[in-house]
C-alpha cells in the first residue's frame, strides 16, 4: 500500500509540474484565449480544458519533430491530438505566438500552412490547398488575422494584417492588409484603409455589395439634385 501511494504521488507531482511548465511556455496563449473568449473564466479553466489550446501545445511537440525529419513520428502526435481535440493540424504547419482557435471543432490546417502572429479562428475553419502540386500549397496568414466560422481560404494565396474573413466565406484570391472578405467567392469590401479590430464580431460585417449599391444610390441622388437644379 505504501508502495502504491508513492506513485500515485510521483505521478501527481509530474502532472502538477507538467501543468506549470505548460503555464510558463504557454502563457500568452492562454491569455490571449481569456482576451478573446468572454467565457473564459480564469487561467486554469483555459489552461487545463481548452481544446484549441490543447491542439497548439500538440501542434508545438509534432512541428518539432517534423523539423528534425521525424515525420511518422510527428503525424502520429498529431493525429493523436485531432482525435481528442478534433483540430487537425499538419505537423508541417507554421503557427505564429497568441494563436488561438475558438471552440475548433472541424478545424483543418494544411501542411505548409503559414499562420502570423495574434491570429484568431473559429469552428469549422480550413487552410487548405487547392490542387495536387508540390511546395507551397496551402495559405500564409498575416497577422492580427480573424476567420470565421465555417470559412475557407484555400491555395498558395496570403490573407494581409489585420483582415477578417467573415463565416463562411471561400477565399482563393490574395487578401489585401487592412480587409474584410465575405461571400462565396470571397470579395473584399472597401475599408478605406482602416485597421480591422480583432474584436470585430460575425454581425458586423460590411457586404460590398450593398457597399456599390449605396454608391450607386448616392449618385443617383445627387444627378436628380444637380437636375433639379438645372431646370
Known amino acids: 500500500m505504501t508502495c502504491l501511494l508513492k506513485v500515485l504521488l510521483v505521478i501527481a507531482?509530474?502532472?502538477?509540474?507538467?501543468?506549470?511548465?505548460?503555464?510558463?511556455?504557454?502563457?500568452?496563449?492562454?491569455?490571449?484565449a481569456q482576451k478573446?473568449?468572454?467565457?473564459?473564466?480564469?487561467?486554469?479553466?483555459?489552461?487545463l480544458l481548452y481544446q484549441g489550446l490543447h491542439a497548439l501545445i500538440s501542434h508545438r511537440v509534432a512541428h518539432f519533430f517534423y523539423r528534425m525529419r521525424l515525420y511518422f513520428l510527428a503525424r502520429m502526435i498529431s493525429q493523436a491530438s485531432r482525435f481528442m481535440t478534433g483540430i487537425e493540424i499538419h505537423p508541417g504547419a507554421k503557427i505564429g505566438r497568441r494563436f488561438f482557435v475558438d471552440h475548433g471543432m472541424g478545424v483543418v490546417i494544411g501542411e505548409t500552412a503559414e499562420i502570423g502572429d495574434d491570429v484568431l479562428i473559429y469552428q469549422g475553419v480550413t487552410l487548405g490547398g487547392a490542387g495536387l502540386e508540390k511546395g507551397k500549397r496551402h495559405p500564409t496568414i498575416g497577422n492580427n488575422v480573424v476567420i470565421g466560422t465555417g470559412?475557407?481560404?484555400?491555395?498558395?494565396?496570403?490573407?494581409?494584417?489585420?483582415s477578417y474573413v467573415g463565416a463562411n466565406a471561400v477565399v482563393i484570391r490574395d487578401v489585401p492588409p487592412n480587409s474584410t472578405v465575405v461571400g462565396v467567392p470571397g470579395r473584399v469590401t472597401k475599408q478605406d484603409g482602416k485597421k480591422i479590430e480583432i474584436s470585430l464580431d460575425h454581425i458586423?460585417?460590411?457586404?460590398?455589395?450593398?457597399?456599390?449599391?449605396?454608391?450607386?444610390?448616392?449618385?443617383?441622388?445627387?444627378?436628380e439634385k444637380h437636375k433639379g437644379k438645372t431646370q
Open 13 to 32: 507531482g509530474l502532472a502538477v509540474a507538467k501543468i506549470l511548465l505548460f503555464a510558463v511556455l504557454f502563457h500568452d496563449e492562454v491569455r490571449a
Open 36 to 47: 478573446r473568449d468572454p467565457a473564459a473564466k480564469s487561467f486554469l479553466e483555459v489552461l
Open 151 to 162: 470559412a475557407k481560404v484555400l491555395g498558395n494565396i496570403t490573407v494581409g494584417d489585420n
Open 204 to 223: 458586423h460585417v460590411l457586404d460590398p455589395i450593398m457597399q456599390s449599391i449605396e454608391e450607386l444610390q448616392k449618385k443617383i441622388e445627387d444627378l
